[in-house]
């Protein structure tokens, strides 16, 4: 019986000096002896809460129980055949809050760091191993509109049945939010790239610089290319905004823009042919995950970095281990606290936001005690840059273009519990149907779009 008192292994990571000034990546992961000694933490639960809390079901006792016998290679195969980006999801999913809140060793000490063990297992095969081999053609031609999480998952998975897979994506780079959204502090753009290889190897073509319902449209896909079946995983990357006065002052982005000048044109770099603005001061709108990358970005710029957030640090939603760093990194948290007011100088630039102190009243439709403005509580900060991470919703273009393809008042692709649209032979998941969420559950409606529409093709193939 495993010794309950004996502690997680902590994560190594970065000088938190450098931190401040670089985008090399911030958790540096477990040596092998970190691993196996994390592995053996594991209590190999006959049960097995942990894949019950794991959107994609990786077998999660069988893997960590290959780690414990050094057979790290067949810990990544029983990783990979559940999940298609194993080194992506083991860096950026919240499992904390999905397999390893499930994990037994939580109820009376610290549960196992599932993710950190998968992320050792998933850098050790992208070193080490050999080119995957593509599956026999079954003869059926399948379109993934978006190269995001939901569209790499469908169509990997699709591959491994033997589809020909084309995923067509908007931007010049494959990868959607995975690149252009998530900073290299957090996901190196080289694993993503890896991890993209892979599906190439197994026959998934991608096709960038093709806007559907521009270039094509969905129609044109399935009547006049040969497409069978369509998946729609192209993501919300339609910034929300609050609507209040000065949100179009210059000095005011939105995190998608934002992030997206950094990540994906490398505006930091002196070199970039991208301009970005170098603010001494910025207040960053927002809580969650996309607020936090928004926030550390900033730093980097050499800026003086205020995130303000309506409600409590206990309602965060970002990842603790994200809010954290952010802390370390000295940036300044403004709890029950909310913009009403962007100030500006004579020429039309940001010099400060106006902000009320909240308190918490009963709870709202998401279950989270609701905020509620305290009179006559009015401040300003200081700053000449404002970055509003308050969530997306999903781009009309398709909707638009897409005759008896039903949305909802927010945007969102309408589906079944099989992924299936309104539209025959049109499949829809991750951000497109739910707006913005993380990257397993786009990961998991992706898998779970593959198998709809293997059953689809094969029935209709049976008629």
Known sequence: MPDMSVKRNKMPLLDIEKRKTTYDEVAL???EQDALSEASRCLNCKNMPCV?????????????SEIKNRNYEKAYEIIANASLLPAVCSRVCPQESQCESKCVRSIKSES?????????????????AGSPSPTPSNGHKVAVIGSGPSGLTCAGALARKGYKVTVFEALHTAGGVLVYGIPEFRLPKEIVNKEIENLKKIGVEIRTNVIIGKTFTIDELMNEHGYEAVYVGSGAGLPNFMNIEGENLNGVYSANEFLTRINLMKAYMPESSTPIMRPEKTVVVGGGNVAMDAARCAKRLGSEVYVVYRRTEKELPARREEAEHAVEEGIIFNYLTSPVKITSNENGYVNGVICQRMELSQPDESGRARPVPIEGSEFTIEADCVIMAIGTSPNPLIRSTTPGLETNKKGGIITDNRTATSKDGVFAGGDAVTGSATVILAMGAGKEAADAIDKYITEKQGE
């Open 52 to 64: 019950n809390g794991c959107p994609v079901n990786i077998k999660i006792p069988d893997f960590i």
């Open 112 to 128: 196992v760091a599932i993710g950190r063990l998968e992320r050792f297992v998933s850098d050790l095969h992208i070193k080490n």
């Open 29 to 31: 992961g477990y040596s």
